[in-house]
């Protein structure tokens, strides 16, 4: 008899989209959007639509391997999970041993949302082992602490709000590419009068829909915002009741956006300074207004500063009072759960070292796996990642991973370029093959997800991996034996207000349930009446803990080194500013492999007028490159960036690359201002044509 079931989507998305399943005969035949989710609304995007063409791949890791050729070969053979674990555990071991057990570093990201098999067993095994910490601030960590220092907390608008809008700025936000479920909500709005406007340095699927697309220099968004606030404060548009109760540091930040006026700001933007002074006038009066801010312009140098400096607006112009205002960049922290006890970070204190262990940023892979010493790192063990494609400054992480005394463990669902490099390779299950919790950073419901399909072949959760390989290890602890359901009950056990009363057995009738943010019925408005998580309990327009860092407290523009404004000697020798967005066909690299993603990150966007001085013709494979390294990609002539910016969508796996590189083989470990994030964004490089 078929069944319907319930799960959610595991991957690396602000929609964490609640779905349902048809099983016959114990195997998925059909899934879709759950229509009565009040996010989802019933479709998924395309990738996930078709997620049972991957889940049933024929490509798909099944069993534990071995290594039996040279790194990055690809060549192994079965082994039993006894054998895998058995070799894992002595070879942890006799690391520790001779090099102390910070010798060994997890490297692992977003493959999973979940909770459970993201950051949860994993965490208490490498804790307990006194393994090297992971900086893990390959994607947000620079936009999440901008956005920390100015409002104190990681919540905004809830996507449900935007019908309500009369004016909406995707800022840095490719909304059809990688928020796709927020877009009913702004068809909506628009029926009802809404203006939508997007300011991107790259004309994509969201800009090609908006009422007025606003392109913008790479890296260039706080000379914007800087710029409009110029004209909100010098025309009185500023919110006077709201900037007195609930703000900190005005009269100062109104001296300092007189250094940008609009002409300035149009120097360091590109914008018009006809445009800037439009479209401040426009934010500020025509009520409410919503910022979808997200994560691509805080991938620049100054990107923590960006969003910092954005997220000021709202706050400037009162817009948090207004059902339909605000700004969203992250929902994340409002889900209130006991990551701690969760990850026990105090296991760390039982191990070896008996304190803390060194923090390595993943960000810096390459340096890591070749520079580092006291103690070199030894063993790498990859899950929920893909380094050696998603990394930036690739070249140096190929090198890293080529090591022959480097011992490296990757799980994953399919052979990745990272698992052509394992000495172990084992099998991890898609999301519809395990438990997990799941927290959402676009929207406001936890959802609970059970496996709807048996594992195939041998995979095993991270959960269970971990577990066994404590085991393996010799860790006693209890910790080590606790259930699934265990862990969701330490994750639940919670007195704050948003998730009070939010139970496992809640979770198992209904599957997804909203938070108790704001009143009962009513839209969430974190900031109407203040409420901001800093430590002056207001918006830190003038943040004073920077100037303790020795950071400006106010928000000025300083142009990233790689751009048309930072290092002329750059400039000089690569004089394209390079962008590399999130392809709407893959999650990362995730997907690659699959139909959908086949041909996603082959094509170089260049301006005809930068295509012509370097005899570049429609479709022609082209070599871009730079100090660093180079890749071969096709040539899409059109006016879809500006002069002096190319695009190319990121990131494919290297394998399914002509040369055997994506782009990150140009992208450098610099980091951004605060965060230690990732500067994907800023690159400057040359193109030319391709030789044979």
């Known amino acids: 008899m078929p069944q319907t079931l319930h799960t959610t989507c595991s991957h690396d998305c602000p929609d964490a989209c609640s779905i349902l399943v048809d099983i016959e005969d114990g195997r998925a035949v059909r899934i879709r959007g759950n229509p009565d989710h ?3 609304r019933g479709f998924l995007c395309g990738k996930v639509a078709r997620y049972l063409e991957r889940v049933y791949s024929p490509e798909r890791l099944l069993h534990p391997l071995r290594r039996v050729g040279a790194k990055g070969e690809g060549r192994f053979e079965r082994i039993t999970w006894d054998e895998a674990l058995d070799t894992i555990a002595a070879r942890l071991t006799a690391i520790a041993a001779d090099y102390g057990p910070e010798s060994i570093l997890p490297y692992s990201y977003g493959g999973t949302m979940g909770y459970l098999n ?5 965490r208490r095994f490498f804790h307990r082992l006194g393994a090297s910490l992971l900086a893990r601030t390959i994607c947000a960590e620079a936009g999440a602490v901008g956005l920390t ?17 009369k004016l909406i700025l995707a800022w840095g936000a490719n909304i059809l590419g990688t928020n796709v479920h927020l877009w009913p909500f702004i068809v909506e709005a628009r029926r009802n009068g809404a203006r939508f406007y997007v300011i991107d340095p790259h004309l994509n699927r969201t800009a090609r829909q908006a009422d007025w697309h606003i392109p913008i220099h790479p890296g260039s968004d706080t000379a914007l915002a800087l710029g409009m606030m110029h ?9 006077a009741d709201y900037v007195s109760r609930y703000t900190l540091g005005f009269e100062d930040l109104r001296e300092r956006v007189k250094e940008y006026p609009p002409e300035r700001a149009a120097a360091l933007t590109g914008i018009p300074a006809g445009d800037i002074v439009r479209l401040a006038r426009e934010y500020a009066t025509v009520r409410p207004a919503a910022i979808r801010l997200n994560y691509g312009l805080q991938r620049s140098e100054r990107g923590a500063m960006a969003v ?11 817009s948090w009072r207004e059902v339909g205002g605000g700004l969203q960049l992250s929902t994340s922290q409002a889900f209130r759960l006991r990551r701690d006890k969760l990850e026990m970070p105090e296991l760390c204190l039982r191990s070896p070292l008996g304190r803390m262990p060194r923090t390595i940023n993943m960000v810096e892979l390459g340096k890591a796996l070749l ?13 929920n990642s893909n380094p050696a494609a998603v990394a930036p400054d690739q070249n140096r992480v190929l090198r890293g991973l080529r090591r022959e005394d480097l011992f490296t463990v990757v799980s994953e669902q399919f052979q990745t370029d990272t698992a052509d ?12 093959e395990h438990s997990d919790l799941y927290f959402a950073y676009g929207h406001y419901h936890l959802q609970l997800a059970r496996p709807v399909i048996e594992p195939l072949g041998e995979a095993l959760p991270n959960v269970e991996l971990f577990r066994r390989l404590a085991r393996r290890m010799g860790f006693t602890e209890a910790c080590f034996n606790e259930t699934d359901d265990d862990l969701v009950r330490t994750l639940l056990d919670s007195d704050h207000p948003w998730v009070r009363g939010i139970t496992l057995e809640r979770l198992e009738r209904e599957h997804s349930i909203r938070l108790s943010v704001g009143e009962p019925g009513k839209p969430f408005l974190p900031f109407a009446e203040g409420g901001f998580e800093t430590p002056s309990g207001r918006c830190e327009l003038r943040a004073d803990g920077l100037a303790a860092r020795g950071i400006d407290p106010l928000p000025a523009y300083t142009p990233p080194t790689e751009s048309r404004l930072g290092d002329a000697g750059l400039r000089q020798r690569y004089p394209l500013e390079l962008i590399s967005p999130k392809a709407a066909e893959l999650v990362n690299s995730t997907f690659s492999n699959v139909a959908c993603g086949a041909q996603a990150g082959s094509r170089l966007e260049i301006h005809p007028e930068d295509a012509v001085r370097r005899d570049i013709e429609n479709g022609a494979v082209v070599r871009v490159f730079n100090d660093r390294g180079s890749c071969r990609l096709i040539a899409s002539v059109e006016p879809s960036v500006a002069a002096g910016v190319v695009c190319a969508e990121a990131v494919r796996w290297n394998k399914r690359s002509p040369d055997g590189r994506n782009v990150n083989a140009l992208t450098s470990d610099r980091l951004t201002d605060m965060g230690g994030g990732a500067t994907f964004y800023s690159t400057l490089v040359e193109v030319e044509k391709a030789g044979d």
């Not at 993201?118 to 994993?122: E, I, R, V």
């Not at 910092?308 to 009162?318: D, K, S, V």
């Open 118 to 122: 993201g950051a949860g067993m994993d």
């Open 38 to 40: 009040p996010v989802t």
């Open 308 to 318: 910092r400096t954005i997220a000021m607006l709202p706050a400037i112009t009162g």
């Open 149 to 165: 220092v100015t409002q104190g907390v990681r919540v905004g608008t809830e996507p449900e709000q935007f019908r309500h809008s």
């Open 371 to 383: 520079d580092l010493d006291a103690p070199p790192v030894k063993a790498l063990f990859v899950y």
């Open 231 to 239: 004209v909100i404060v010098a025309e009185g548009l500023f919110d």
């Open 421 to 432: 490099y394992a000495d172990i390779l084992l099998p991890a299950p898609t999301f519809l």
